[in-house]
């Protein structure tokens, strides 16, 4: 099997090969998390995969979670028990695999009774015990001062106490990016704002893919052993080309977080809200050294690649969360507001609520021999991708390899990292210091006040395939999620180093910052 030559993410070099190169054994159309677990697992597996990304990687849902990787502990409470059991191998996985991005986080549950000290310490007891080997910590129970010493800004108001567990922390979209760079290591290819426009078919049998390079207008043709449907809310668009007449598999659900300044909730630990008044939970999570509050869960008719807030929800993350701080925050306070969708298997039944859909995977094999794969979440991307090459391997007769991601170390793994943020790059750390130490002047800060340098500008666009400022400001480095009026600050001096790095001109430049400005605009509360 040939592989590609090239071992960086670089969307020159891509292209050339993609021009020469015709044959696949596996296409995955999708750059969220699952398609790019899927594409890694069949490059490891030694098959020439090839990932197609319409936009920018992680560009939908895959860069708008709330940053954990856990079991699910409000499906253990739904009695899911092996769905949990199964999440909490993979978050166990994924921290040895990729130790350099995600960490061990601690939550307190807030208990305003006796029952409730027993309901949430027995639960977590079986979540503790389900976790076996891979355990990030024994859950315990804390009284008034202690939760109060660990979550100095909650509200003091009628508490009794709190139970303590622990659970994981992530950067999604910065997981998202190391996972093309390991595709790639495994002698993949991967290409962003490359979209599919039509399925190429001999009889009824899918065989490939016709593709455009969004930024050239090239069109391309290429053939595949087997195609596999990845791309989340859009599953429906892809299972459409291959049959007009079909029904539409998912519904999806939109998930709603505000970005508050970390004075409201001082400290490391997290909270969880196990309760909100319309029966869901609610996190509010130190991230980025600002807190994170979310999630709602509200039907949608329309998918769309940049979902808006609506007022009622963030309205309603307000007033639950209003109850809990101490320091009572308001739309004000809010520095940046962003949704995402989830993919949520249809139901047969017409209710229209969220909660009767399934949110486990969904892998199907339609009669062209096109694979779709939906569902899920990030913690389990890794489980999706190992059954689903596997059902490629039987749907194509491909050669019968072993998946080895368990073992598999990520892109930028390593163990022993500091408090610096440039640690989220992990082994590729020291390269980023070293474009400054070439270039002093790429030490600068692109805000006074916060710590993003201009080497992380030429560092996305070199390594990473960033091609627009949104790629930087919103999935190199998180500005835009974590403070929405500093990512428009920054936008003109962004735009003027990509444009250095890019050949592109002042025109380019002012055209990136009044769509980037257009953009995050939407991020902020009025």
Same mark, same amino acid.
């Given at each position: 099997?040939?592989?590609?030559p090239?071992?960086?993410?670089?969307?020159?070099?891509?292209?050339?090969w993609?021009?020469?190169?015709?044959?696949?054994?596996?296409?995955?159309i999708?750059g969220?998390?699952?398609?790019?677990?899927?594409?890694?697992?069949?490059a490891s597996?030694?098959?020439?995969?090839?990932?197609?990304?319409?936009?920018d990687f992680?560009?939908?849902?895959?860069?708008r979670?709330t940053k954990l990787?856990?079991?699910?502990?409000?499906?253990?409470a739904?009695?899911?028990?092996?769905?949990?059991?199964?999440?909490?191998?993979e978050?166990?996985?994924?921290?040895?695999?990729?130790?350099?991005?995600?960490?061990? %986080?601690?939550?307190?549950?807030p208990c305003?009774?006796?029952?409730?000290?027993?309901?949430?310490?027995?639960?977590l007891?079986?979540?503790?015990?389900l976790?076996?080997g891979?355990?990030?910590?024994d859950?315990?129970?804390?009284n008034?001062?202690?939760?109060?010493?660990?979550?100095?800004?909650?509200?003091?108001?009628a508490?009794?106490?709190?139970?303590k567990?622990?659970?994981?922390?992530?950067?999604?979209?910065?997981?998202?990016?190391?996972?093309?760079?390991t595709?790639?290591e495994?002698?993949?290819t991967v290409?962003n704002?490359?979209q599919?426009?039509?399925?190429?078919?001999?009889?009824?049998?899918?065989i490939?893919?016709?593709?455009?390079?969004?930024?050239?207008?090239?069109e391309?043709?290429?053939?595949?052993?087997?195609?596999?449907?990845?791309t989340g809310?859009?599953v429906?668009n892809?299972?459409?080309?291959?049959?007009?007449?079909?029904?539409?598999l998912?519904?999806?659900?939109?998930?709603?977080?505000?970005?508050?300044?970390?004075?409201?909730?001082?400290?490391?630990?997290?909270?969880?809200i196990?309760?909100?008044?319309?029966?869901?939970v609610?996190?509010?999570?130190?991230?980025?050294?600002h807190?994170?509050?979310?999630?709602?869960?509200?039907?949608?008719?329309k998918?769309?690649?940049?979902?808006?807030?609506?007022?009622?929800?963030?309205d309603?993350?307000?007033?639950?969360i209003?109850?809990?701080f101490?320091?009572k925050?308001?739309?004000?306070?809010?520095?940046s507001?962003?949704?995402?969708?989830?993919?949520?298997v249809?139901?047969?039944n017409?209710t229209?609520?969220t909660?009767?859909i399934s949110?486990?995977?969904?892998?199907?094999?339609?009669?062209?021999?096109?694979?779709?794969?939906t569902?899920?979440?990030?913690?389990?991307?890794?489980h999706?991708?190992?059954?689903?090459?596997?059902?490629a391997i039987?749907?194509a007769?491909?050669k019968?390899?072993?998946?080895i991601?368990?073992?598999?170390s990520i892109?930028?793994?390593?163990?022993?990292?500091?408090?610096s943020?440039l640690?989220?790059?992990?082994?590729?750390?020291n390269?980023?210091?070293?474009?400054?130490?070439?270039?002093p002047?790429?030490?600068?800060?692109?805000?006074p006040?916060?710590?993003?340098?201009?080497?992380?500008?030429i560092?996305?666009?070199?390594?990473?395939?960033?091609?627009?400022?949104?790629d930087?400001?919103?999935?190199?480095?998180r500005?835009?999620?974590?403070?929405?009026?500093?990512?428009?600050k920054?936008?003109?001096e962004?735009a003027?180093?990509?444009?250095?790095e890019?050949?592109k001109d002042? %025109?380019?430049?002012?055209?990136?910052?009044?769509?980037?400005?257009?953009?995050?605009e939407?991020?902020?509360?009025?």
């Amino acid at each position: 099997m040939s592989k590609s030559p090239h071992l960086l993410l670089n969307r020159t070099e891509t292209f050339a090969w993609l021009s020469s190169q015709k044959n696949w054994d596996i296409i995955v159309i999708g750059g969220g998390a699952t398609g790019l677990g899927v594409a890694v697992d069949a490059a490891s597996r030694g098959f020439q995969a090839l990932l197609l990304e319409q936009s920018d990687f992680a560009k939908g849902t895959s860069s708008r979670s709330t940053k954990l990787v856990h079991g699910g502990v409000r499906y253990l409470a739904q009695g899911k028990i092996g769905l949990v059991f199964g999440a909490l191998r993979e978050r166990g996985i994924l921290l040895k695999n990729a130790a350099h991005i995600v960490k061990k %986080q601690q939550f307190i549950i807030p208990c305003y009774s006796q029952w409730q000290k027993w309901k949430y310490l027995t639960g977590l007891k079986i979540y503790d015990w389900l976790s076996g080997g891979w355990s990030f910590g024994d859950s315990e129970w804390m009284n008034r001062k202690q939760v109060i010493e660990l979550l100095p800004g909650i509200n003091p108001e009628a508490l009794v106490g709190g139970v303590k567990y622990f659970d994981g922390q992530f950067d999604d979209a910065r997981l998202a990016i190391n996972l093309a760079q390991t595709c790639v290591e495994q002698g993949g290819t991967v290409i962003n704002y490359c979209q599919v426009k039509k399925l190429l078919k001999a009889g009824q049998k899918v065989i490939g893919v016709e593709v455009m390079d969004i930024e050239s207008k090239v069109e391309y043709s290429l053939n595949a052993k087997v195609v596999i449907n990845a791309t989340g809310v859009f599953v429906d668009n892809i299972l459409l080309m291959d049959a007009p007449e079909r029904k539409p598999l998912i519904e999806s659900s939109q998930g709603v977080h505000l970005v508050f300044d970390r004075s409201f909730l001082p400290g490391k630990s997290a909270l969880l809200i196990p309760k909100t008044s319309d029966g869901r939970v609610l996190f509010a999570v130190p991230w980025q050294n600002h807190v994170l509050v979310g999630t709602t869960d509200t039907p949608m008719e329309k998918h769309s690649l940049e979902p808006v807030a609506r007022e009622e929800e963030i309205d309603f993350i307000l007033k639950t969360i209003t109850q809990y701080f101490k320091k009572k925050p308001a739309k004000e306070d809010v520095l940046s507001v962003y949704a995402g969708l989830r993919p949520l298997v249809a139901p047969q039944n017409e209710t229209g609520s969220t909660k009767e859909i399934s949110r486990d995977l969904k892998l199907m094999v339609s009669a062209s021999g096109l694979i779709t794969i939906t569902g899920g979440k990030w913690t389990t991307y890794r489980h999706m991708a190992e059954v689903t090459v596997n059902k490629a391997i039987e749907v194509a007769g491909l050669k019968k390899i072993a998946s080895i991601t368990k073992e598999l170390s990520i892109h930028g793994c390593r163990i022993d990292s500091d408090d610096s943020h440039l640690a989220i790059y992990g082994t590729d750390e020291n390269a980023v210091k070293d474009l400054m130490k070439e270039e002093p002047s790429l030490r600068g800060l692109l805000i006074p006040s916060l710590p993003y340098t201009k080497a992380e500008v030429i560092w996305a666009v070199r390594n990473e395939m960033a091609l627009t400022v949104e790629d930087v400001l919103a999935r190199r480095i998180r500005l835009l999620f974590l403070d929405a009026r500093a990512a428009i600050k920054a936008a003109p001096e962004v735009a003027r180093i990509m444009a250095g790095e890019l050949n592109k001109d002042e %025109q380019w430049q002012q055209q990136q910052v009044k769509e980037f400005t257009s953009l995050a605009e939407k991020y902020i509360l009025k």
